[in-house]
Every structure is written in structure tokens, then in C-alpha cells.
């Protein structure tokens, strides 16, 4: 038996699209119900912070209004449907799904995304794994899946100091590759060298492509991580060696404009713009990827920078991260 809910929940919600971050509102909502036998309640404790929100807000990536934003969170088990076996009230998990930046989320228990969590996990742990699945999995795939990085090679990663930049420094170095780090700041470029990075470019005051000659040799780079999307897409395009790999995975600075596809010929470029669930869409990809995520984290090879922040901030978190002024991975705090 399921404990009764109360009737209302705190969310972030958006009733329009907008630009501004003024049409992010802080408010009641009615909390879920089990209207299905398949429906599991999480009451939720940590929800990771990412980008992406940005372009459900602008409209950028289409959203049913009105929206409770929020893409990832842990939280624990608070009721489920008739014919639930999977989970019970009080279990612990961590998951992808829409409308984390509540109090309560409602996801079926065929939902594949989902990590059970030990009930003994301590809170730093429970706010990490509510807060690393995105971007972590994000970086751990695409180096493999997007451009398989081998040893010697010579990469471009771009916002190297923010959410799966600098995860993306950290495992493209622990492969033995040259990280050339982009960010737009010095103390960004120190963050991604302090954490691997072998060169660093200040895309604010520097050449990028003159220094990418210089760094290797002349040759261009075997890849680049590419999140920045519209102003970024012709640098990181001449920065590429022959045959080089074009991994575009953002739109930070706006969405990549179509291009011709003969532009690819003179160098035979290979073009991808994949998306985490295409690479962890098959249950044998998510055990695979989640349990290879956990072992880095849990052993310290993978180290990445929380910061807190409360659900209620979470309109001045979004301005701040879509200002360039944060580094690492924000977490919202839920009221409990
Ligand atoms: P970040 O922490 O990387 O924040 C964005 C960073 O982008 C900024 O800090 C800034 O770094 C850089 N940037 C460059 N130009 C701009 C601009 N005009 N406005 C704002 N930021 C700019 O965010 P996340 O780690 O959450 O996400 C990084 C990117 O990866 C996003 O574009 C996100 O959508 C994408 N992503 C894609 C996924 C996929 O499946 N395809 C999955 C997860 C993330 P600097 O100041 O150093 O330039």
C-alpha cells in the first residue's frame, strides 16, 4: 500500500517559451497520482542541472506547455501502481526523465533508465548520482561511441571547464590523447588543466585555428567535442586533420545552421550530432555505461565539481549557466 501524497508540489514550471528566464516560475502544482497499474511516484531529493532546459524554454527543442522542466534526479520510491514489482515504497534510485525540478515525478517501471541506489548511500553520494547521470554518461558514451579516442591522438574539446567538458578532459586524457582545451576564460583553462588538459585556448582572446597549427604541427586535430554549436561550427571545421571526426553535440551559442554536404569532401570529414539515448537505449548499454560510470566516480578517477543550489533559485541558476559564469555541475536541492 501506497502512502497517500499531498495534494500539491513545489515545481519549476513554464507556461510559455521565452528568451528571458522570466517565464521560469517557482510554484504549486498538483503532486502525480497512480492512475495506472505501471506507475511509480518518486518523491525526489537531488535534480542535476542541465543546458539542455535552456532550449525547452526558448523553444529551441519543442515541449508540450504547460512544462515542469528538469531532466535527471534521485529520490526515493513514494508509491507505486498495483502491478509494480520492480520497486517499493522507500526504494532509492536515481534516473533520467522529464519533469524532475519537482517535488514529486511520476515515471512507469518500465522506464530503463533508472539506477538503483543502496539504501545505506550517504548524501554526498545520492546528490552525485542525481546530478552525473547527463552529463557523465553524455562524456563516456560520445568518446567511444561518437569518436572512439585512441592514444597519441590530438582532440579539441570545447567549454572545457563546464558540466561534460571537463568530464570530457578528464576521460579523453586518461586515454592518453592531447586534450586541446577551449574555454573563455583563463581561470576556465586552468580548471581543464589542472584535470589533464594538455594545451589550452582562450577562445575569448586568442586564434583558436592559428594555435591548433601550432600545437599540432600543422595537421589539424583527429576530433572536436563541439558543444558551443553556431559560433564555434567554422573554427572547430578548419581546426579538423584530414579524415578528422566532427563530434557536434550542442547549440550553447545557438543551433549549427544546415550546411552542404559537399562541404565534408576536401577532407573527408565524418559529421555526427548524436544524442546521450541513442547510446544508451538498449538495456545492455545502460548496464554497461552506468556500471562503467559508477566505477569511475566511486574509485576518484572521475572527478567532477558539485555545486548546490536550491529549487526555488533555480531561475537565477539557469541565467547564471547560460551567462558562462559557472564551471562544473549545479544540483538543485529539492525541498523536502
Ligand atoms: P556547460 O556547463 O558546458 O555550459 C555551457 C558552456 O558553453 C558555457 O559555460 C560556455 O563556456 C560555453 N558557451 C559558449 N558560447 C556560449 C554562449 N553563447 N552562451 C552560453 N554558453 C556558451 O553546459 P552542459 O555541460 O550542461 O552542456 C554542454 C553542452 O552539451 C550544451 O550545449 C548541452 O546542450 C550539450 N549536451 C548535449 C547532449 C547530447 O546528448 N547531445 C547531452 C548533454 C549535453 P565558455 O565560457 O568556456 O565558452
Redesign the pocket.
Known amino acids: 500500500m501506497s502512502p497517500s501524497l499531498p495534494k500539491t508540489q513545489k515545481v519549476i514550471l513554464i507556461e510559455e517559451n521565452g528568451e528571458s528566464v522570466d517565464v521560469l516560475k517557482y510554484v504549486d502544482s498538483p503532486t502525480p497520482e497512480i492512475t495506472s497499474p505501471h506507475d511509480v511516484i518518486v518523491k525526489n531529493q537531488f535534480a542535476g542541472v542541465?543546458?539542455?532546459e535552456a532550449?525547452f524554454r526558448k523553444g529551441i527543442y519543442p515541449v508540450q506547455l504547460p512544462a515542469i522542466l528538469g531532466r535527471e534526479a534521485s529520490g526515493v520510491v513514494a508509491a507505486v501502481g498495483d502491478e509494480v514489482t520492480k520497486y517499493k515504497v522507500g526504494d532509492k534510485i536515481a534516473y533520467l526523465s522529464t519533469q524532475t525540478f519537482a517535488q514529486y515525478t511520476k515515471i512507469q517501471d518500465s522506464l530503463q533508465a533508472v539506477l538503483p541506489v543502496g539504501k545505506d548511500v550517504s548524501d554526498e553520494k545520492f546528490k552525485a548520482y542525481g546530478a552525473i547521470l547527463?552529463?557523465g554518461l553524455?562524456a563516456l558514451t560520445f568518446i567511444t561511441e561518437a569518436h572512439n579516442v585512441q592514444k597519441g591522438e590530438y582532440i579539441l574539446v570545447w567549454?572545457a571547464?563546464?558540466?561534460?567538458?571537463r568530464l570530457l578532459v578528464q576521460l579523453i586524457s586518461a586515454r592518453g590523447a592531447h586534450v586541446i582545451a577551449i574555454?573563455?576564460t583563463d581561470e576556465?583553462l586552468a580548471v581543464a588543466k589542472e584535470l589533464g588538459a594538455e594545451f589550452v585556448i582562450n577562445?575569448t582572446t586568442e586564434d583558436i585555428n592559428a594555435k591548433v597549427k601550432e600545437i599540432t604541427g600543422g595537421k589539424g586535430v583527429a576530433a572536436t567535442f563541439d558543444?558551443?554549436g553556431k559560433?564555434s561550427f567554422d573554427i572547430s571545421f578548419e581546426a579538423l586533420a584530414r579524415k578528422g571526426t566532427f563530434v557536434s553535440?550542442?547549440?550553447?551559442?545557438g543551433v549549427v545552421p544546415p550546411l552542404p554536404i559537399n562541404k565534408l569532401s576536401p577532407k573527408n570529414i565524418k559529421l555526427t550530432r548524436?544524442?546521450?539515448f541513442g547510446y544508451v537505449a538498449a538495456p545492455e548499454e545502460w548496464e554497461h555505461y552506468t556500471s562503467t560510470l559508477l566505477k569511475l566516480i566511486d574509485s576518484g578517477e572521475l572527478k567532477f565539481e558539485l555545486h548546490t543550489a536550491k529549487l526555488e533559485d533555480y531561475k537565477q541558476v539557469a541565467t547564471n549557466?547560460?551567462s558562462?559564469k559557472?564551471t562544473g555541475k549545479i544540483v538543485l536541492e529539492i525541498p523536502q
Open positions: 542541465n543546458f539542455i532550449y547527463v552529463q553524455t567549454a571547464a563546464g558540466g561534460v567538458g574555454a573563455s576556465k577562445s558543444s558551443v559560433d553535440y550542442g547549440n550553447s551559442s548524436p544524442q546521450l549557466l547560460e558562462r559557472t
